[in-house]
């Protein structure tokens, strides 16, 4: 997989895409991600990519034409007229608050495209024919204002990278994970058994794969339950374990998730 983050910021991706599980899927060859700078398709002496808003108000627009240019650079320009069909392979997303609400369905279908071109919206906005015309799809990490798109974009790439085959030490890890089984996740513990009088749960410590398994997925629930219920709503057509608390049925997340919901915000 191929992923372009395209932006006025580049350096900012550096430490992320360097460190960590990204770094090292870099260095094994499961992804190339590569930081690039808007400002090489400016045409003026200045490099200048943003302008003065038709009809005025606050702030700067990110100009169109710079843009574009960047697109046909990188093979994510819509063949034929701007109304046609993207390359095959190639998938370009507008980072924007008004797109669509980033989940892990999301991550899971960003991460089967072979090239993935991030465009990273700064200043007050992006000139609205970009996303009319030049992308093919608007998407938001949650309800709040970021300084810049490139922030989101990091984001959005390590959710999907991770995703990718052998990136992972563990197999199961991505599929075990919150969210992706559309709960948030159990809890985790390791040594020492006893911490200033705190006990690791008797069932962990039983050897029993069974108890083992069934506990997790009840407290998977409950911590749901308890902290996003809203998830609970789109858990359907699959019976989930055979907790006698909650039996709720199972689809994406965020399918007409409210506007006035959470952004999640996974800690690990």
Same mark, same amino acid.
């Given at each position: 997989?191929?992923?372009?983050?395209?932006?006025?910021?580049?350096?900012?991706?550096?430490?992320?895409?360097?460190?960590?599980?990204?770094? %090292?899927?870099?260095?094994?060859?499961?992804?190339?991600?590569?930081?690039?700078?808007? %400002?090489?398709?400016?045409?003026?002496?200045? %490099?200048?990519?943003?302008?003065? =808003?038709?009809?005025?108000? =606050?702030?700067?627009?990110? !100009?169109?034409?710079?843009?574009?240019?960047?697109l046909k650079d990188l093979g994510g320009e819509l063949e034929g007229d701007l109304g046609g069909e993207r390359g095959e392979g190639? *998938?370009?997303?507008?980072?924007?608050?008004?797109?669509?609400?980033?989940?892990? %369905?999301?991550?899971?279908?960003?991460?089967?495209?072979?090239?993935?071109?991030?465009?990273?919206?700064?200043?007050?906005?992006?000139?609205?024919?970009?996303?009319?015309?030049?992308?093919?799809?608007?998407?938001?990490?949650?309800?709040?204002?970021?300084?810049?798109?490139?922030?989101?974009?990091?984001?959005?790439?390590?959710?999907?990278? *991770?995703?990718?085959?052998?990136?992972?030490?563990?197999?199961?890890?991505?599929?075990?994970?919150?969210?992706?089984?559309?709960?948030?996740?159990?809890?985790?513990?390791?040594? =020492?058994?006893?911490?200033?009088?705190?006990?690791?749960?008797?069932?962990?410590?039983?050897?029993?794969?069974?108890?083992?398994?069934?506990?997790?997925?009840?407290?998977?629930? *409950?911590?749901?339950?308890?902290?996003?219920?809203?998830?609970?709503?789109?858990?359907?057509?699959?019976?989930?374990?055979?907790? =006698?608390?909650?039996n709720k049925r199972r689809a994406t997340p965020y399918e007409n998730t409210p506007p006035e919901s959470q952004a999640l915000d996974?800690? !690990?």
């Open positions: 997989m191929k992923i372009q983050i395209l932006t006025i910021f580049p350096e900012l991706c550096q430490a992320v895409c360097d460190t960590s599980i990204l770094g %090292r899927a870099r260095r094994s060859g499961a992804v190339e991600i590569e930081a690039l700078d808007l %400002r090489r398709w400016a045409t003026d002496k200045h %490099r200048t990519t943003d302008d003065e =808003p038709y009809g005025g108000g =606050p702030g700067m627009v990110m !100009k169109i034409a710079p843009i574009h240019a960047a190639t *998938r370009v997303v507008l980072m924007s608050p008004q797109g669509a609400r980033f989940d892990q %369905r999301m991550a899971e279908r960003l991460s089967e495209v072979e090239h993935l071109v991030l465009l990273c919206g700064h200043y007050e906005g992006v000139d609205q024919r970009v996303a009319d015309h030049l992308v093919d799809e608007e998407i938001s990490i949650g309800d709040y204002v970021l300084t810049n798109g490139v922030l989101a974009a990091c984001v959005v790439t390590d959710a999907v990278v *991770r995703l990718l085959p052998g990136v992972l030490g563990d197999a199961d890890s991505a599929v075990e994970e919150s969210f992706s089984t559309g709960l948030l996740d159990y809890p985790h513990y390791t040594r =020492p058994e006893t911490f200033e009088g705190w006990r690791v749960p008797e069932v962990l410590l039983s050897g029993n794969h069974a108890a083992i398994a069934r506990w997790r997925r009840e407290e998977a629930l *409950r911590i749901t339950a308890e902290r996003r219920p809203d998830l609970l709503d789109f858990l359907q057509n699959l019976e989930i374990g055979r907790s =006698p608390k909650i996974k800690h !690990k």
